[in-house]
């Protein structure tokens, strides 16, 4: 596992997967599939389904909790409500609409006590009464190898939070507006920012300020990586929204079948510089306007030996 690829991750099942209306509202990237309810709902465990087995035949761990609400649409993202950090770090976060608060779920919690070293669980979610959110690396694309959480400024990114947050666990904040080509803010900076290793995309034109678009490509770059630009047609199609995983047989990056259609040859084979590329068909779940990145919560913990732990 490297620093920036966890080689272990968490996934929720859906239950009764619908794309949300309580999120609609700021949430340019979601659609209503031709479908009835329940094939909707079938149709994203089947893709769920399918998305894990291939994770796991490319050897992933992933750890799967089946959503047993009928009122959590969105609980098949769960890197929205919680996130893990290298030393043993967890932090809980609030969210912005009521729906997804009640993804969060302590059994997730319970289970990286027991399996992973854990120091510290940072809990933020007491804030939400007070109208504060900071949905995770759904609002934050955290780069482990420089200590820089990128943010996109919107409502589920409050900036006194975001504040503590990097304070607590010693990420430098690097904050920027972006919007899609009607003007409009982008909700998650992980639809527009997929950082590796040794690769980055980002959507540089989607970043207003040009001295800060210039400094976001050069800090991207400074450990040594390709910075991918990636436009605005691109975005629409997920291509922003992957993630970097470690397996035995190296480095892979998951991301949507749509996704990597919308990539061009270039960008592909600097992608295919460092990591191979593993797509995932789930053309239902991505009508909720998130896509494989938003699926994962990624595990950067060092997982407990249990076999000398009970020996001893």
């Not at 035949?57 to 996130?83: I, K, L, M, Y």
């Not at 300020?209 to 400094?215: D, F, I, K, S, Y």
């Not at 919308?262 to 068909?281: F, G, H, M, N, Y």
Request: proline content about 6%; charged content about 25%.
């Amino acid at each position: 596992m490297t620093v920036q690829a966890p080689s272990s991750v968490v996934m929720i099942r859906p239950n009764r997967f619908h794309p949300n209306p309580e999120t609609a509202t700021d949430n340019r990237f979601q659609s209503t599939p031709d479908l009835t309810v329940d094939e909707v709902a079938a149709n994203a465990c089947a893709e769920f389904d399918g998305a894990v087995a291939r994770l796991q035949d490319e050897g992933v761990g992933v750890h799967v909790f089946q959503d047993e609400r009928d009122d959590t649409p969105d609980a098949v993202f769960p890197n929205n409500w919680f996130s893990t950090h290298p030393g043993g770090h967890v932090a809980i976060y609030p969210m912005f609409v009521p729906s997804r608060r009640r993804e969060r779920r302590s059994d997730v919690i319970e289970m990286l006590k027991a399996e992973y070293r854990v120091q510290a669980v940072t809990d933020y979610s007491g804030l939400e009464p007070d109208g504060m959110a900071l949905e995770g690396t759904g609002a934050m694309v955290i780069d482990h190898i420089g200590r820089i959480a990128y943010v996109a400024r919107s409502h589920r990114a409050d900036p006194i939070l975001l504040e503590r947050f990097c304070t607590n666990f010693g990420y430098e904040p690097m904050v920027f507006a972006a919007v899609d080509e009607s003007g409009a803010p982008v909700y998650h900076t992980n639809v527009i920012m997929t950082i590796g290793t040794h690769f980055a995309m980002v959507s540089l034109d989607m970043i207003e300020n040009a001295p800060r678009r210039l400094e976001i490509a050069e800090r991207l770059a400074e450990p040594g990586r390709d910075v991918i630009d990636l436009t605005h047609h691109q975005i629409a199609e997920f291509a922003g929204n992957a993630i970097e995983l470690s397996t035995p047989a190296g480095l892979m990056t998951a991301m949507s079948s749509r996704a990597l259609a919308a990539l061009d040859k270039r960008q592909i084979a600097l992608i295919e510089r460092s990591t191979r590329i593993v797509p995932l068909d789930i053309p239902t779940i991505e009508s909720a306007g998130g896509s494989v990145r938003c699926m994962i919560a990624g595990l950067h913990l060092a997982k407990r030996n249990t076999n000398i732990e009970k020996s001893l």
